[in-house]
T-cell receptor, first 110, second 119 residues
C-alpha cells in the first residue's frame, strides 16, 4: 500500500492556530481527506480536497496541498477545546483504495 | 440509513477465548474495511472487501485473525485464540466510490468501533 505519514501528537493553546501535517507517497492520488475522531467515536470526514487544488477553506479550516512535495496540511484557526481529537489524513489513489495515516492527536490546552 | 453498525461496542474476554466482531455496512456500499486502532500504532488497515470478496488481507497480523463477508450486508472479524496484545479498538468502514469528472471520491464511513480488551 501507499505510505501516509503524520506525527502522532500536537499540543496547542486555546485560541492559537493548529497546523497538522501529512506526507504521502502516491503521485496518482485523486482526493486527499482529513478525518476527525472524537473521543470514543468513529472517524468522520472533516473535509477533502481534489488533488489538482492548492487550497480549500471552510470556516476555521484551511487545507493546503503541495503536490510537488506530496505534503498536505490542515490548519485550524482559533483552536478551541472542542477541537481536541485525533485527525487522520487519508489519500484516495484513484483505484478505489483509501490509505490512512496513523492519526495526529491534537490536545488543546485551556 | 443508520450508518455503519458495529457490535458489540465493548468486549472483554479472557486470553485464549474466541472473539467475533460484527459489522453491517451502509446499504449499497460495495467496499468494506476493517481497521484496528491502538495508541502506539495508530490506525491500521487489516483487510478490505469489494463486493463481498477479500481483496487485500496483508494487514491481518497473523493466522489467529480471520474475516468473512458472507453477504453484502454483514461482515465478521474473528480472533481465535485472542491474546492481550489484541486489545484495541476495531473499526469497520464502508464506501461506495463516486466518480466526479473522472476522479474517484472514496470517502469512507466509519462505525463507532468495538473496544476489545483481552485480559
Amino acid at each position: 500500500g501507499e505510505d501516509v505519514e503524520q506525527s502522532l501528537f500536537l499540543s496547542v493553546r486555546e485560541g492559537d492556530s493548529s497546523v497538522i501535517n501529512c506526507t504521502y507517497t502516491d503521485s496518482s492520488s485523486t482526493y486527499l481527506y482529513w478525518y476527525k475522531q472524537e473521543p470514543g467515536a468513529g472517524l468522520q470526514l472533516l473535509t477533502y480536497i481534489f488533488s489538482n487544488m492548492d487550497m480549500k477553506q471552510d470556516q476555521r479550516l484551511t487545507v493546503l496541498l503541495n503536490k510537488k512535495d506530496k505534503h498536505l496540511s490542515l490548519r485550524i484557526a482559533d483552536t478551541q477545546t472542542g477541537d481536541s481529537a485525533i485527525y487522520f489524513c487519508a489519500e484516495g489513489d484513484g483505484a478505489n483504495n483509501l490509505f490512512f495515516g496513523t492519526g495526529t492527536r491534537l490536545t488543546v490546552i485551556p | 440509513d443508520a450508518g455503519v453498525i458495529q457490535s458489540p461496542r465493548h468486549e472483554v474476554t479472557e486470553m485464549g477465548q474466541e472473539v467475533t466482531l460484527r459489522c453491517k455496512p451502509i446499504s449499497g456500499h460495495d467496499y468494506l474495511f476493517w481497521y484496528r486502532q491502538t495508541m502506539m500504532r495508530g490506525l491500521e488497515l487489516l483487510i478490505y472487501f469489494n463486493n463481498n470478496v477479500p481483496i487485500d488481507d496483508s494487514g491481518m497480523p497473523e493466522d489467529r485473525f480471520s474475516a468473512k463477508m458472507p453477504n453484502a450486508s454483514f461482515s465478521t472479524l474473528k480472533i481465535q485464540p485472542s491474546e492481550p496484545r489484541d486489545s484495541a479498538v476495531y473499526f469497520c468502514a464502508s464506501s461506495s466510490p463516486r466518480n466526479f469528472s473522472g476522479r474517484l471520491n472514496t470517502e469512507a464511513f466509519f462505525g463507532q468501533g468495538t473496544r476489545l480488551t483481552v485480559v
